[in-house]
């Protein structure tokens, strides 16, 4: 399945940011999606993910309390609602659909940049 990531961009620390992942395969619904994140130098890290009905979701511990993954299936959209924004947060972020836990399809990428 193809993945689009979108809603990247620069932002103040305390700031938010909604990143959007879609896919244009309707089987997109069948998917667990995860968003990761890698930084410059730095291996890339799971930041959240949610099984194929939206019933379950996981976060790193780094971006507990301030970050919210969702989906929209009607729409192929898993969403990434991101706030409370620090510099850590940093990074190129990237969705990816699959099984639970094995990720296979990837997009290309959005870069966020917080600024202090």
């Known amino acids: 399945v193809q993945l689009v990531e979108s809603g990247g961009g620069l932002v103040q620390a305390g700031g938010s940011l909604r990143l959007s992942c879609a896919a244009s395969?309707?089987?997109?619904?069948?998917?667990?999606v995860g968003w990761f994140r890698q930084a410059p130098g730095k291996e890339r890290e799971l930041v959240a993910a949610?099984?194929?009905?939206?019933?379950?979701?996981i976060y790193a511990d780094s971006v507990k309390g301030r970050f919210t993954i969702s989906r929209d299936n009607a729409k192929n959209t898993v969403y990434l609602q991101m706030n409370s924004l620090k510099p850590d947060d940093t990074a190129v972020y990237y969705c990816a659909a699959g099984a639970w836990g094995r990720p296979s399809s990837w997009g290309q990428g959005t870069q966020v940049t917080v600024s202090s």
């Open positions: 395969d309707p089987t997109f619904s069948s998917y667990s």
């Open positions: 949610v099984t194929t009905a939206g019933g379950s979701t």
